[in-house]
Every structure is written in structure tokens, then in C-alpha cells.
């Protein structure tokens, strides 16, 4: 394995998504980090960042929540964030103290604590980018036919994403570990998002044409880029045509060797019998 001489410490802010419904998603993604020496380092008692409902209902608590998780993050550490909407608002919340050098003083004596604006907020996607994957031992995926599904936050807003093509990068790194991605037309399509819980009647159509354009194009399963795309995924589809749904995190720590079989029982879409299929687990 091509790894770095010594481990990585990078501050690692889950948010809640990756903290309850989605924690396979985040025991993955820790399983895999570790796999190639980097230490998530998870900041003590962090918060919601505000990315349900506060940044629309108070911008100045929305403002004041990411902040504080900002002001937790050790001195000269990066922060990796998994979920393309805590990315959204973390990141947003830096520059907007960047650019306002009196909310970052408020913000700085409210909570006792500097805050680094110039600090690095990375994507998993970033991370990932440092790794070769090609050189990781595993038993690989074999084959396995996916469609890459990132959503819609991940290029919101474009004068935030330093122009980094996110696009791709689960495709490349999947096929390197021996799957077989297949091009679709619903790679960025909005999933509803959080009007999944105060509008399911607007969510579920939207749901359901993703999935049929999974089935259309002939995948065997989807892949996530999104805790809160992949919970909607699973729960608001109604056609009868089930398709199993996997986490970017767990795809890689399968490839590798270091799955958990208690991962696959907390999807409500079992996935174990297209894993076992394809001889990428026993049980």
C-alpha cells in the first residue's frame, strides 16, 4: 500500500446525518481513512451546522451555529466535512468571516475560542484525491455495475467550489477498484432534499425518476455521494423495482477488505444479495 510515512490528522466534523441515520456512512468512511493512514480527529461536542432549516428561517443563528463548529477545529488543522450540505454552510460560514472581520471578533469572544478563516475545509472527494487506490489490496468490486449518483449540493454555489470538478471522481476511483460505472442523465438531480419530511408529495415523483433512470440504464445499484440523498433514495420510492443503494464510503472500504457486515443491515433496501452475487461478501 502506498501510504504516508506517518499518520494524518484531519479534523473531521460528521454533522448529523452521518452521526444517526446514516452511521454507516461514517464508520466507512473512518474505517477507510484509517486503512490509509489518515486520523479523522472528530471535533469535540460539535453542533448542527444549521442546514435543515435555520439558514432559511435566521441567518444570523445560521451564521452563529457553522461558526462554532469552525471555532473547534485545532490550530493549523484542516477540516474534513463528508456531507455536501455541511460543506455548504462550514464553508460559507468561513468566508462570510473572512469578508467581516466584526462577526468574526463577536463570534470569537462569544465563544472564548480564535477562529481560523483562512482555515482548509476539505471534501471527502479531496481527501480521496491524495490516495492510490490502485496500489490498496483488497478483493476489489468486481465488476460491479453502479450509477453514480452526487446530487445537487455538491456544485452549490459554483463561486464556493474553488473550480473543482466533483463530477467524475466516483467513477474514476470505482473503476480503478474493479467496477463498472454507466452513464446516466440523473448524476446531479435533486432528490428533494429536505422536503422530503414537510412535502412528500413533491419529493417521492422526484425519487421515483431517479431510481427509473437507474433501472433504464442498467445499474445494479446506486451510489452516493450524499447521507441525506441516499436516506431519501430509500425511503420515499414507490415503484416496485428495488434497487440497492450504497454510500461512496462503503463501495471503497468493500473494495479494500474492510467492511462490516452490520453496515448492509441498516439499509432499508438490502444490498447484501447483489454483494453476495457478486461474491463481494460470504454472508
Not at 462554532?68 to 455536501?84: E, F, I, T, Y
Not at 455548504?88 to 481560523?116: C, M, Q, T, V, Y
Not at 441498516?266 to 452475487?277: A, E, F, G, N, T
Amino acid at each position: 500500500m502506498n501510504a504516508p510515512k506517518n499518520r494524518v490528522d484531519i479534523a473531521y466534523y460528521p454533522g448529523c446525518s452521518l452521526a444517526t441515520t446514516a452511521k454507516e456512512n461514517n464508520r466507512s468512511l473512518i474505517r477507510f481513512c484509517n486503512r490509509v493512514e489518515i486520523n479523522l480527529v472528530e471535533l469535540p461536542d460539535w453542533n448542527c451546522c444549521g442546514s435543515s432549516s435555520a439558514h432559511s428561517i435566521d441567518s444570523d443563528l445560521a451564521l452563529d451555529l457553522a461558526a462554532r463548529n469552525l471555532s473547534l477545529v485545532p490550530k493549523g488543522m484542516s477540516l474534513l466535512v463528508a456531507c455536501p450540505n455541511c460543506l455548504l454552510r462550514l464553508n460559507g460560514a468561513r468566508l462570510h468571516l473572512k469578508n467581516d472581520p466584526e462577526a468574526l471578533k463577536r463570534l470569537e469572544a462569544e465563544f472564548g475560542r480564535s477562529i481560523d478563516a483562512d482555515m482548509k475545509i476539505l471534501h471527502f472527494f479531496e481527501l480521496l484525491a491524495t490516495v492510490d487506490l490502485k496500489s490498496l489490496e483488497g478483493p476489489g468490486l468486481k465488476g460491479l455495475r453502479f450509477v453514480p449518483y452526487y446530487g445537487c449540493m455538491m456544485a452549490r454555489p459554483p463561486g464556493m467550489m474553488d473550480e473543482r470538478p466533483e463530477q467524475g471522481q466516483m467513477e474514476a476511483a470505482l473503476k480503478s477498484l474493479g467496477a463498472e460505472p454507466i452513464r446516466w442523465g440523473y448524476a446531479s438531480r435533486c432528490c428533494g432534499t429536505f422536503l422530503s419530511v414537510a412535502r412528500p408529495d413533491v419529493v417521492t415523483p422526484m425519487v421515483d425518476d431517479i431510481i427509473k433512470g437507474a433501472v433504464k440504464a442498467g445499474a445494479e445499484c446506486i451510489i452516493t455521494a450524499c447521507a441525506m440523498c441516499h436516506m431519501n433514495l430509500e425511503v420515499r420510492h414507490t415503484i416496485s423495482k428495488k434497487v440497492p443503494i450504497l454510500h461512496f464510503s462503503e463501495a471503497l472500504s468493500l473494495a479494500i477488505g474492510e467492511s462490516d457486515k452490520d453496515w448492509f443491515t441498516r439499509h432499508l433496501i438490502d444490498p447484501r444479495p447483489l454483494l453476495r452475487s457478486k461474491r463481494l461478501i460470504s454472508q
